[in-house]
């Protein structure tokens, strides 16, 4: 007797800390109920360190209740147990309905004294070595017993589709099957009456069980964790992840793929990847990498380098990874840098740099359709005395003004650039002189009779314009060109301002 209660206490000690330790460590399976199986281990074995020292029916019937507070919920643990470590643990409702038969079963050992339905008769044995009551089922007791050999068979079921055929994961499985058939031997042994005295042998069956288990959560833990932190990575990481076999049929996508393709969140595992993603799918013709455009939620398109690998077994290709990489922010960065370069920063019009090439090269245009060029340089007159006036801030908000002015006046072919502080040029293309004077003058009316307040003043402004012509149309001639506006420009200053001078003679 007090070998066997020894080694039972022994059993319930190992169980109980096995369930601290992996509730803590949180073991290679990442299952939040995978503890739990070791505590209802323990208070199975529990239940029979009580009926060792029942002296009657009654107490030997309450240590009965206290197993069957342990036991039942054993093989629905286990089948969460391995949906978790498969990533295909049903909604809660569906879980929590696992365990309807476990606790109908407890309430009805609980309460078989009064309703009399679960045992026909009960019967205290006792030797010295042990102690149990005997117990004769009734038929409630077998139907309620096959619910869990149903849940032993689905077990069976679903590692061998989802565990056995998967080399990362077939270790774990094979040691978790593995140890829990062990108390299952032990358990049809005893129901079918094959046990010495009818007595229950199944808790000497654990010590086994939890060996295994043991091995398998402070062995394996050590070999399997690059294959379980890889599954955690490519889960987590920022890339979209899709794999698809070497028909094209989905498999797989990680969580950064569901949310930038919502419809994959509820897709079904080989279907087609056109009849999901279209675009994705057509994106694989072209084998090298590439950039791919988006929709985005807010309206926004969003930029993507997409990438795609075989995957090979041997020399044959067995599916595709496919892999998005975000470069929206890149993209736009880039996009800003570009603008920073070609762009003037206040006035957001070409710079002086950006303005000079591509007036070169609408030159160059122009000499192959034999048409003229013309510059326009324009200065505000007494820009000076407003910075010194009013400060700087006031006279960018001048620069602004201007530049908004013009640019509503011309086309969106005319060139248009901040040559320098308070000086503007504009290029163009096929313009007769009486043209371009008639435009200039426009330009000019049109600054002056605008206003830009300024802490509550107004101040108005003008400007002055040197126009040149010419019909000479390379780049090299360019240059002259737009000495001769300046020339022309600083005509018309000195002759009073407010005023469009022109200049010929290429």
């Known amino acids: 007797m007090i070998l066997h209660v020894t080694i039972l206490l022994a059993i319930v000690i190992y169980a109980i800390t096995l369930f601290v330790i992996t509730l803590i460590k949180k073991s290679v399976y990442r299952s939040p109920v995978f503890p739990f199986m070791f505590l209802a281990l323990a208070v199975y074995v529990l239940g029979f360190v009580f009926e060792a020292f029942a002296s009657n029916i009654a107490q030997g019937y309450a240590s009965v209740i206290v197993k069957y507070f342990g036991i039942p919920y054993v093989t629905p643990l286990l089948l969460l147990t391995l949906l978790d470590y498969y990533n295909r643990r049903p909604k809660l409702p569906i879980s929590m309905l696992l365990f309807l038969p476990p606790v109908v079963t407890t309430i009805l050992v609980a309460t078989w004294p009064v309703n009399g339905i679960y045992y026909s008769r009960a019967t205290l044995v006792s030797n010295e070595f042990f102690t149990q009551l005997q117990i004769q089922p009734t038929t409630t007791y077998f139907v309620l017993l096959s619910y869990s050999y149903i849940l032993y068979v689905t077990i069976f079921i679903v590692a061998v589709k989802f565990g056995l055929g998967n080399p990362v994961r077939r270790k774990n499985t094979t040691i978790i099957l593995l140890a829990m058939i062990i108390p299952v031997i032990f358990n049809i042994v005893y129901v079918l009456g094959w046990t010495p005295y009818g007595l229950d042998f199944q808790p000497y069956a654990f010590p086994f069980t939890l060996m295994i288990l043991s091995y398998s959560i402070f062995r394996l833990d050590a070999l399997d964790i690059l294959p379980q932190a890889k599954e955690l990575f490519l889960e987590n990481m920022d890339d979209a992840l899709i794999v698809i076999d070497r028909k094209r049929w989905y498999i797989y996508s990680n969580n950064a793929a569901k949310k930038l393709f919502p419809v994959l969140q509820n897709a079904d595992e080989e279907v087609p990847l056109a009849n999901l993603l279209p675009a994705v799918d057509e994106s694989m013709k072209i084998e090298a990498g590439h950039e791919i455009e988006l929709p985005g939620e807010d309206g926004r398109d969003l930029y993507y380098y997409f990438t795609q690998k075989h995957i090979a077994h041997k020399t044959k290709t067995v599916g595709y990874c496919l892999m998005l990489h975000d470069i929206t922010e890149d993209k736009n960065k880039i996009e800003k840098l570009q603008a920073d370069a070609e762009y003037d920063g206040l006035t957001k019009i070409y710079n002086h740099n950006t303005f000079n090439e591509l007036a070169k090269g609408s030159m160059q245009i122009a000499g192959a359709e034999h048409v003229n060029s013309c510059v326009f340089y324009i200065d505000l007159d007494h820009f000076k005395d407003i910075n010194d006036t009013y400060g700087h801030l006031c006279g960018d908000m001048v620069l602004q003004k201007v530049t908004e002015t013009i640019k509503k006046i011309l086309r969106r072919s005319d060139l248009f650039g901040r040559l320098g502080g308070d000086e503007?040029?504009?290029?163009?293309?096929?313009?007769?002189?009486?043209?371009?004077?008639?435009?200039?003058?426009?330009?000019?009316?049109?600054?002056?009779?605008?206003?830009?307040?300024?802490?509550?003043?107004?101040?108005?402004t003008t400007i002055s314009v040197g126009v040149a012509l010419s019909e000479k149309q390379s780049p090299q001639f360019y240059e002259k060109l737009l000495e001769n506006a300046d020339l022309a420009l600083y005509k018309a200053k000195r002759r009073g301002r407010n005023r469009v001078e022109v200049w010929m003679g290429m």
Do not use: C, P, W
């Open 424 to 460: 503007f040029g504009i290029f163009f293309m096929n313009i007769t002189e009486d043209a371009a004077l008639g435009l200039a003058e426009k330009i000019r009316e049109s600054v002056s009779e605008v206003s830009t307040i300024y802490q509550g003043i107004t101040i108005k």
